[in-house]
């Protein structure tokens, strides 16, 4: 249904900053939620961030709650994920994910539908 493409990862100090970009390519123009997670070497995928498709409901995981924020262009069906403060436990690859029709829960992998390949955040000390 969806096509998701990250980018927009890299190398960055404790402190500093990122800002990851995902676009989505897909036929339809049905409303789109979409969101982010991030899995490390070892460790299960876990929620980041999610939008409604308007852009007006936002949920984060508290980890990241304060240095985060995810923001979309509906437009384009574009989401970013500007991230602010960054910490050494932010360092892991970044999934970006979506959905059309029913609202996903979006602390739940399997809520959503489409996946993106990844790009890798890498935070030093």
């Known amino acids: 249904q969806v096509q998701l493409q990250e980018s927009g990862g890299g190398l960055a100090q404790t402190g500093g900053s990122l800002r990851l970009t995902c676009t989505a390519s897909?036929?339809?123009?049905?409303?789109?939620?979409m969101g982010w997670f991030r899995q490390a070497p070892g460790k299960n995928r876990d929620f980041v961030a999610g939008?409604?498709?308007?852009?007006?409901?936002?949920d984060y995981s508290d980890s990241v709650k304060g240095r985060f924020t995810i923001s979309r262009d509906g437009d384009t069906d574009t989401v970013w994920l500007q991230m602010d403060h960054l910490l050494p436990e932010d360092t892991a690859d970044y999934y970006c994910?979506?959905?059309?029709?029913?609202?996903?829960?979006?602390?739940?992998?399997?809520?959503?539908?489409?996946w993106g390949q990844g790009t890798q955040v890498t935070v030093s000390s």
């Open positions: 897909r036929v339809t123009r049905d409303p789109l939620v």
């Open positions: 939008i409604g498709w308007k852009g007006t409901v936002t």
């Open positions: 994910t979506a959905r059309t029709g029913t609202r996903p829960n979006f602390h739940s992998p399997s809520s959503w539908t489409s």
